[in-house]
């Protein structure tokens, strides 16, 4: 059976240590902040984002939750993101996706100063993690990597595979396993014979978006598989990955709630974090 890779305890751990940075940072007379901005009414993000502010309670960060109307125009949006540039009590800008279809998301996401992109979508941030050049990596990926360097699962020199190639999650996770000297294979929808890929795989991340689409035919015997998919059946949130029948020939495997998700939001703080220890250097 394997070794459950466990976001809720991971992410518990990470919190911890992030409490006493923010701590320190205060006696320092350093405050942190992050800044959430979410436009319309999408139940998803609404739920998003009142988790955001929780975790930052719990952190003592200033949070300051912006909730513009479905109206919203582009010029309205990126002169909000504007003045957040200009607040010094901010370290860092979220702005929750998606955008309704009548905004330009990649302009409004190249608005937001780097420094203060704590979602790591900037082109700037993305193209350092292209290059392997220290940026602000994108927090559900960078959250991936941290299970495994946590459970030690072995990197370097290992086959993974990635399925999707979404730019927040599949090509920078392909990126972050690369960076660790990982063998990349990303494969997408029109990638022939999946299973192929799969089964070869030491390390094996789902980011599809189909309710248990990675069955246990697919897995290779004690490979590392990071569910990282979000779907709702029956009312109920389930990955990407046949838990179940995955499992017990997997050697590493991460739940549906309780793994991935609980990561991302540990690293949004983690990066909200780290930009206000930039700002105090
Ligand atoms: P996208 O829809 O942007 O990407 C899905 C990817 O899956 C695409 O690259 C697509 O290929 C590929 N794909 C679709 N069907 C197949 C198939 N039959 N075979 C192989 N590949 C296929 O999704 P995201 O990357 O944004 O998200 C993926 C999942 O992760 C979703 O369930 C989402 O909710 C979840 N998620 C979870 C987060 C968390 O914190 N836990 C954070 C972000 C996302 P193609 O490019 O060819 O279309």
Not at 48 to 76: D, F, H, W
Not at 173 to 178: E, K, Q, S, T, W
Not at 193 to 215: C, E, M, N, P, Y
């Amino acid at each position: 059976m394997a070794v459950l890779l466990d976001g809720k305890v991971m992410a518990a751990e990470l919190m911890e240590g992030l409490k006493a940075r923010v701590e320190a940072l205060k006696n320092k007379g350093v405050s942190v902040g992050l800044a959430v901005v979410l436009v319309g009414e999408d139940p998803a993000s609404q739920v998003y984002v009142r988790n955001k502010g929780k975790a930052c309670e719990e952190l003592g960060i200033l949070s300051e939750t912006i909730r513009l109307p479905e109206s919203t125009t582009q010029e309205e949006l990126e002169a909000l993101i504007d003045r957040l540039n200009h607040d010094h009590r901010m370290d860092g800008i979220l702005v929750q996706l998606p955008l309704p279809k009548h905004l330009d998301e990649a302009a409004v996401l190249r608005k937001i100063i780097p420094e203060k992109d704590v979602d790591g979508f900037h082109i700037e941030n993305a193209g350092k993690l292209f290059t392997g050049q220290e940026g602000v990596v994108a927090c559900t990926p960078k959250g991936i990597l941290h299970m495994l360097k946590t459970a030690g699962v072995p990197l370097s020199g290992k086959d993974a595979v990635v399925i999707g190639r979404s730019n927040i999650v599949g090509k920078p996770i392909a990126m972050l396993l690369l960076n660790e000297n990982c063998t990349v294979t990303i494969c997408h929808s029109r990638t022939k014979d999946l299973s192929a890929h799969t089964k070869r795989a030491d390390i094996l991340v789902a980011a599809v978006g189909k309710a248990k689409f990675v069955t246990a035919d697919m897995v290779k015997e004690g490979a590392a598989v990071v569910d990282v998919g979000i779907n709702r059946v029956d009312g109920k949130v389930v990955g990407d990955v046949d838990f179940e029948n995955v499992a017990p020939i997997a050697g590493y495997i991460s739940p549906v709630p309780g793994g991935v998700g609980k990561m991302t939001i540990g690293m949004l703080m983690e990066n909200t974090v780290e930009a206000a220890e930039r700002k105090a250097k």
